[in-house]
Nanobody, 126 residues
């Protein structure tokens, strides 16, 4: 079992940047692919990005591709989401999640991930 704690959210103006972090503990971090999701009020949880066990492969939603970068540091058991050129539509609670399975066709689905953090709020003002 792995515990996940996100940090780095906050209030930022449109066009600004934020770097989210997710610290993992309780299990071997490199056994898990890691993902970021977000959920805006009244909306379903939405896939943002995923990084493979080694960090060599990354995947993004179309809505953030080119503006966000997911990365991981297996030495410190941390996964990051660098977000640039933020837009008001990026406002949401951002969650990190861990998946112990091999990459499958459902990797954009929240149900694929076994462990979740508590989330961190990102608010982008116009």
């Amino acid at each position: 079992q792995v515990q996940l704690v996100e940090s780095g959210g906050g209030l930022v103006q449109a066009g600004g940047s934020l770097r989210l972090s997710c610290a993992a503990s309780g299990s071997t971090f490199s056994d898990y692919a890691m993902g970021w999701f977000r959920q805006a009020p009244g909306k379903d949880r939405e896939f943002v990005a995923r990084v493979s066990w080694t960090g060599s492969s990354t995947y993004y939603s179309e809505s953030v591709k080119g503006r966000c970068t997911i990365s991981r540091d297996n030495a410190t058991d941390t996964v990051y989401l660098q977000m640039n050129n933020l837009e008001p539509g990026d406002t949401a609670v951002y969650y990190c999640a861990a998946d112990s399975h091999r990459l499958g066709t459902m990797f954009r689905s929240a149900g694929t991930y076994q462990y979740w953090g508590q989330g961190t709020q990102v608010t982008v003002s116009s």
